[in-house]
């Protein structure tokens, strides 16, 4: 029960800090929410009318609470020092160097957080794993804060965040769990009992699962695997469909009428793209290896390598279809955002793509509703990995920026292009006046529709050559 007034502080205020936050303050009026950062700039957007992510339904939540319970702040050290309850959602991004680079993850932002949290505390805290972390970071973190302490208990809970992006406000606000791990001990205990009645303020008992720590910060690992290794079990079907024949929806669709199957999350696609399913498996695997399991390394190291492949095939095709060469050609993007209803570019196959057709000296004309031109030439003038390290941003290769525009619609960018891809599933795409595209583009023209969102048959009925994932030509 809601009895005791809990303050809860949220260090990082990111995708996942910002609206899970926002949401705790939504349906627990009485306690008070504190999201802190140290980039000035989110938190300056965080308490403006554009905040700095776009999630449907997000500002309606923000509206409601921002100045009565729920606080953006940089002031770190006083919302954390006054807390109860601290949640940890920094970013845990693949490490760039050193032992298990490429790999492993890298917590430096977690250790500084648990080291401010060490010198600023004066009273008994829980803090809570929000980030995606790798298994026994628990026992690392507890060695951080209990070495600095001066007679101060903390309790280390793990409570990982499995909500999409472009559905974080529905997924929060009915999730198909809540998981929250934590010491077997008595005060272990209680801490769980603590943030389980935060959940209970929206969260049906049945669904609030409390497990040892290992097997929290495991299972979110595990559910992102097996998530991911979904969409590569269908992509590597869509190049077989392609080379017999077979269609991939159709496949799909049979396949997953199979009540131990079930049908979502079995859509073949230019390959998967956001921040943490290739960062998380990547964590995996190496997590196997330093444990002696090479064979189950090498297992899930499949489901990236297959993203890899089915994102390679995707530009090949372009290619070939072209005639072999896209040099000097036009070619318009739909779509950069890794989904839709998200203005999120990170790991998105967007940039794999155009990486692609830009080494191939294409000109690309980039259209995506929501994503910035900004952003997209810095995505595409950033080495692999960098993304998510914000300190070292790369600067922007001049060369590459020459064969890139962004256009503010789909017209714009198809008009004079030889060439059409769609890269993101934006329903925006699906009611293009393909007529008035056509007759805009120099013939013959293509469309290579990595999400398979037109009606392939329409488009060829107009006039167009049409590619779809894992569907007859
Ligand atoms: P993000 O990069 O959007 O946000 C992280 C924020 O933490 C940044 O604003 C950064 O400035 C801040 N930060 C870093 N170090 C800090 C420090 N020492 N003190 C204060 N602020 C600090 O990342 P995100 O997408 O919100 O992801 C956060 C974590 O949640 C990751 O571990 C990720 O794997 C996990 N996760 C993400 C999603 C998602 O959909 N994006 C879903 C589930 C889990
Ligand atoms: C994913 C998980 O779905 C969340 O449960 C998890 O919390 C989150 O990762 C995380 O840990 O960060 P997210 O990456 O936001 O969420 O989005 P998804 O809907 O999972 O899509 C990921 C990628 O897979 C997208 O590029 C999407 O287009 C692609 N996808 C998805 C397919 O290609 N086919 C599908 O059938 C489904």
């Known amino acids: 029960s809601p009895a005791k007034m809990v303050k809860i502080c949220c260090i990082g205020a990111g995708y996942v800090g910002g609206p899970t936050m926002a949401v705790i303050a939504l349906k627990c009026p009485s306690i008070e929410v504190a999201v802190v950062d140290i980039s000035v700039s989110r938190i300056t957007a965080w308490n403006s009318d554009q905040l700095p992510i776009y999630e449907p339904g997000l500002d309606d939540v923000v509206k409601s609470c921002r100045g009565k319970n729920l606080f953006f702040s940089t002031d770190v050290e006083k919302h954390v020092a006054e807390a109860d309850i601290i949640f940890v959602s920094v970013n845990t991004p693949t490490k760039t160097r050193g032992l298990g680079a490429g790999k492993a993850a890298d917590l430096t932002y977690w250790e500084s957080a648990a080291r401010m949290i060490a010198d600023v505390s004066k009273s008994d805290k829980i803090v809570v794993e929000k980030s995606t972390v ?92 097996f998530l991911a290794q979904r969409i590569s079990s269908v992509n590597a079907m869509s190049a077989l469909c392609e080379a017999t024949g077979a269609d991939v929806a159709e496949v799909s669709h049979a396949v997953g009428k199979d009540s131990r199957i079930g049908p979502k999350f079995l859509n073949a696609s230019v390959g998967f793209g956001g921040s943490c399913f290739q960062k998380d498996i990547l964590n995996l695997v190496y997590i196997c290896e330093c444990n002696g399991l090479p064979e189950v390394a090498n297992y899930w190291k499949q489901v990236i390598k297959v993203n890899d492949y089915q994102k390679s095939r995707f530009v090949n095709r372009i290619v070939s279809s072209m005639f072999n060469t896209v040099s000097g050609k036009k070619i318009a993007i739909l779509g950069f955002a890794f989904k839709k209803d998200t203005g999120d570019t990170r790991e998105t196959p967007a940039i794999d793509v155009c990486k692609g057709l830009l080494g191939d000296n294409a000109h690309l004309r980039i259209y995506d509703p929501q994503v910035t031109e900004d ?90 050559v049409v590619y779809s994932i894992g569907k007859p030509l």
Request: with cysteine; charged share 25%; hydrophobic share 40%.
């Open 134 to 225: 790798p298994v026994k970071t628990a026992e690392a973190i507890e060695k951080i804060l209990t070495h600095n302490s001066k007679g101060i208990n903390y309790q280390i809970l793990s409570n990982p965040e499995f909500l999409a992006e472009g559905t974080a406000i529905d997924d929060l606000f009915a999730p198909d769990r809540v998981l929250i791990g934590g010491r077997e001990t008595p005060e272990g205990q209680k801490a769980i009992q603590t943030l389980k009645n935060v959940y209970a303020n929206w969260v049906p008992e049945e669904r609030i699962i409390c497990t040892n720590l290992w097997s929290a910060e495991l299972s979110k690992l595990a559910a992102n695997a």
């Open 375 to 464: 952003q997209i030439q810095k995505d595409l003038s950033m080495n692999k990995f960098d993304w998510d390290h914000p300190v070292h941003l790369q600067p922007i290769n001049p060369s590459s920026v020459n064969q890139v525009s962004v256009e503010a619609d789909a017209y714009a960018a198809a008009k004079g292009a030889h060439g059409l891809c769609i890269l993101t599933e934006w329903d925006e795409f699906k009611t293009l006046d393909y007529r008035k595209i056509y007759e805009s583009m120099p013939k013959p023209a293509f469309v290579f529709d990595g999400r398979n969102v037109v009606k392939a048959d329409e488009l060829r009925e107009i006039g167009f």
